[in-house]
Each structure stands twice: as C-alpha cells, then as structure tokens.
Nanobody, 120 residues
Framework: VQLQASGGGLVQAGGFLRLSCAAS????????MGWYRQAPGNKRDLVAD???????RYADSVMGRFTISRDYAKNTVYLQMNGLEPEDTDVYFC???????????????WGQGTLVTVSS
C-alpha cells in the first residue's frame, strides 16, 4: 500500500490548512490512519488518528483546533488544521496501520512528509 500526502504550505498564525492523504495499492485490513509530525532531531509524534470504527485520538496540543476525518470510499484521510500556531510548524507524515491475515500485529506504512510552516 502507498500513501500520497498533500496540502502543506505556508500560512500565517491563526490561519488554516487541510492535509489530505490517499491510500492506494494492494488492499489491506486497515486498523487506523492518521498524521504524525516531526521536527529535525526530534521523534515523530502523533497529531491525530482515526480507527477503522471511527474512533479518534488527538495530541493535547491540537485538541479543539485540528479535526481528523476519513472518506472510506476514497481511502483518504484528512486533517483540518484551524487556528494554526508557529509551534505547529513541522513536517507532517501520513500513517496507515494495518494487519495481515489472522495476525493482530500492526504494520506501519508512511507517506512522504509534507511541510507545514506557520509564520508569526
């Protein structure tokens, strides 16, 4: 499975952006899709994800500002980012977790990063 992310860019503080990530390729049993972000030298942190049954999780820092949603028919996940702050500046990575066969082991697939820059 491959992930194609889009939607990053430069925005002023208080502005908004919408990230999209489309999955394609071999069908897999998707457990969740989501977004992580990573600054140079730092680890990749969860921003938000949505499970196959629609449950969502958010990082505390984005709660109430970001909204994750998923179009199951299009195999696409979206991250609506409102009220952006300079601290949100990072490279954002789309993630898909899936299982194989009867195993419960989770496998990760990552999209290419998309840069979000928020100016003050």
């Amino acid at each position: 499975v491959q992930l194609q992310a889009s939607g990053g860019g430069l925005v002023q503080a208080g502005g908004f952006l919408r990230l999209s990530c489309a999955a394609s390729g071999r069908p897999v049993r998707v457990a969740s899709m989501g977004w992580y972000r990573q600054a140079p030298g730092n680890k990749r942190d969860l921003v938000a994800d949505i499970s196959s049954d629609g449950r969502t999780r958010y990082a505390d820092s984005v709660m109430g500002r970001f909204t994750i949603s998923r179009d199951y028919a299009k195999n696409t996940v979206y991250l609506q980012m409102n009220g952006l702050e300079p601290e949100d500046t990072d490279v954002y990575f789309c993630n898909l977790k899936y299982t194989r066969g009867f195993s419960t082991t989770l496998y990760d697939t990552w999209g290419q990063g998309t840069l979000v820059t928020v100016s003050s």
